[in-house]
């Protein structure tokens, strides 16, 4: 009896040895990037002959999105960023701050602190972008200019969507751009932007609460600081977040390709 629990002993040794010495010799995915001086686990290693896994997991870069609810460009922007959200899910993640367009002074009816769009400026953006502004938009600018232009309530409105659902906020975003620029809602409508934040699975009574909550209010002002002391100076504008550097991936509109290029070149 002696000699076989010893000789299990000795089996139960070997095995624990050899898997020992799977993990020590196996590939775990470690890669040097000579680019940026770093080196780090890449990948996934599963224990054959186990039910056990080890996660090496890579870090994802953050991909931080300068934008303004009000902004038209950001409106013809919004197709590009929703694509590299969807193609890039595995490497980024995605933070959009608001940028403050029109506020304080600057925030007013459409055609006093905005005049450039009734100039035409919107034809730049749908011809650069393939963006259409709505007909509702449209017709009160060329008529009674009654919308009013601030960016309050909507940069509260995304504080407490990334607050209560983070992983909404760039549909978000998307959907308050396309209330003002497409459907022509007031920008001081909270009523309308409750029912914005419904799209997304919000309760719009509950919404509202929120949204007058003082803890929000901080928050998007912390982002409109945030925006200025980034020395950002134009929206739609894109930061790239790694753990060792910031880089300006572009300030203005940029197309998906372009963007993709970019991104690639940084990520890879």
């Known amino acids: ?3 076989l629990a010893v000789s299990l002993v000795v089996q139960v040794f070997l095995m ?15 890669a040097c990037d000579i680019e940026t001086d770093t080196c780090g686990p ?20 953050k991909l931080v999105y300068y934008y303004d609810a009000l902004c038209g460009w950001c409106f013809g922007f919004s197709p590009v960023i929703a694509e590299v959200k969807k193609a890039y899910k595995e490497d980024l993640t995605i933070e959009v701050i608001s940028g403050g367009l029109f506020l304080g002074n600057r925030a007013g009816y ?24 709505g007909e509702a938009f449209l017709q009160d600018v060329f008529g009674e200019g009654k919308m009013t232009l601030d960016s309050t309530w909507a940069s509260i409105a995304l504080c407490v969507v990334k607050d209560k659902q983070p992983e909404s906020q760039v549909a978000f975003a998307k959907i308050l751009l396309d209330a003002f620029y497409a459907d022509g809602m007031d920008t001081i409508d909270v009523d309308g932007i409750a029912d914005c934040a419904a799209k997304i699975g919000f309760n719009a009574e ?9 803890v929000y209010k901080e928050m998007s002002e912390k982002e409109f600081e945030n925006y200025k002391q980034n020395g950002i100076r134009g929206m739609p504008s894109l930061v790239l977040e790694t753990e060792d550097r910031k880089v300006l991936l572009s300030n203005g509109y940029i197309n998906y390709k372009q963007l993709a290029e970019r991104l690639d070149n940084y990520l890879n």
């Open 16 to 30: 624990h040895s050899s898997l020992s010495q799977k993990v020590n010799t196996d590939q775990l995915g470690y």
């Open 110 to 133: 459409v055609n006093d602190v905005a005049p450039h769009i009734k100039s035409g400026a919107y034809k730049s953006v749908e011809a650069m972008t393939g963006a259409k502004f």
């Open 42 to 61: 890449t990948e996934t290693l599963t224990l054959k002959n186990t039910n056990h896994k080890i996660m090496i997991e890579k870090k994802k870069a």
């Open 206 to 214: 509950a919404f509202k609460v929120s949204m007058s909550d003082p």
């Open 1 to 3: 009896m002696k000699r």
